[in-house]
């Protein structure tokens, strides 16, 4: 993989690379980049095949990691890209047009992380939620709790318990100090 | 709304130009009426212990519960023995077991799948989950109390409850049905408009007839 990142570096301009295993790897590009490498990979170097799509929300750091794991089948090599984008009007380019199947995780990116792909086919319709009224519910700042409360009607009567004393108690009742 | 359900104008073979509504002319909007109970009492306690003693459970498992009807299906537990199948379809059948979390997605066909059953027609919730939203307690796209959206007459606890505990509740079901307090299906339709602003409060996209089937 080292040997990979190596060649790479002599065409494109890349940002950390982390070796997790003999097998897979990760290199963080920049966003305007991506496009161009993952062709670059899918052609040249045999990254045939888009594993997944996924996003991380950094909410401190006011940034989305989009994260696009990409597999050799021949060599058997997992290779991640990381791209750091704004979270505030999250928009990245859309790949559909490398890989066919990246439409529909997008979808889901922008239904659930709210994060536009402009060009992407479909992207505006219902993913998993129908109907969806409130802010994209994977985003860190979306209090999901709070949205339950407000939406759907509790039966009185539930308890909660804090299981490790729970279980203290009905382990050891008050003989023990364990 | 979806798009085959808005009115429009369709021209016919002959030439003619007619405007269809499809709520209107494809679905009736009479709601459900109350089934009063058979005109004589000897009557109307053979009929449930017919119905007691034939339960066709309709074969959608809406959860994680649906796990438990395998069991039950098959020699292990056998419910069949009890009176008690499956069926592929509302139409056959006349007992819903909700077996675990609804999320609101699933809570629509479950509405759909239950108005097309025909009456009587019994629920059983099964799991915590249907009780009081069980571990999906603060999920943001799950119910917490089935019998605000549809009328319960059994719910089995736990998480998940095991097959035997599922006889047991179908046998409690059964008691249930012969003493002629299984009124669920009246209940909906004596209390539709009820049932029908809870379900809207939580399907946004209501996007099809009201009571159709």
Known sequence: MQQLYDT???RFSLGEFTRQ??????????????????RHLRDQEGFTHLVLLTAVDWLEDGQFQLTYLI??????????????????????????DLWAAAATYQRE???????????????????????????????RDFDTLEYSRATYRERPGRE??????????????????? | MKEELLKRIVKTPDGQEIEIDPLRDYYCEAGPTVQPPAYTAIIEKLFNWARSESLWILGFGTG?????????????????????????????????????YLSVKTLKRVIRSYEQMQGPKYVVGLGSCTINGGMYWDS????????DYLPVDVYIAGCMPRPEALLAGFEELKKIIRAGKAEGANQYAANFDWYKANQKSVIHDWDMPDYNW
């Not at chain 1, 295993?21 to 993952?38: G, K, M, N, P, S």
């Not at chain 1, 050799?72 to 559909?96: P, Y």
């Not at chain 1, 990116?109 to 969806?132: A, H, T, V």
């Not at chain 2, 943001?140 to 019998?147: G, H, P, S």
């Open chain 1, 8 to 10: 790479l570096t002599q």
């Open chain 1, 160 to 178: 909660t318990r804090d299981p490790a004393a729970h279980m203290k108690q009905q382990l050891y009742g008050d003989k023990g100090d364990v």
């Open chain 2, 140 to 147: 943001y796209n799950t119910i917490k109390r089935l019998d």
């Open chain 2, 64 to 100: 994680c519960g649906a796990i438990e009807m395998r069991p039950l299906m098959t020699p292990r537990f056998d419910a069949y023995r009890y009176g008690i199948q499956w069926r592929p379809t509302p139409r056959q059948s006349n007992l819903f077991v909700i077996s675990g």
């Open chain 1, 71 to 96: 597999n050799n089948r021949a060599k058997c090599q997992d290779l991640g890209l990381r791209v750091m984008i704004a979270r505030d009007n999250a928009s990245m380019e859309s790949i559909h």
């Open chain 1, 21 to 38: 295993r003999a097998d897979l790897a990760f290199i963080t590009v920049e966003a305007v980049r991506l496009h161009a490498l993952l």
């Open chain 1, 109 to 139: 990116l922008r239904e659930m992380f709210g994060i536009d792909f402009p060009g992407s086919p479909r992207l505006m319709d219902d993913f998993i939620l129908e109907g969806w009224n409130a802010a994209p519910p994977y985003r």
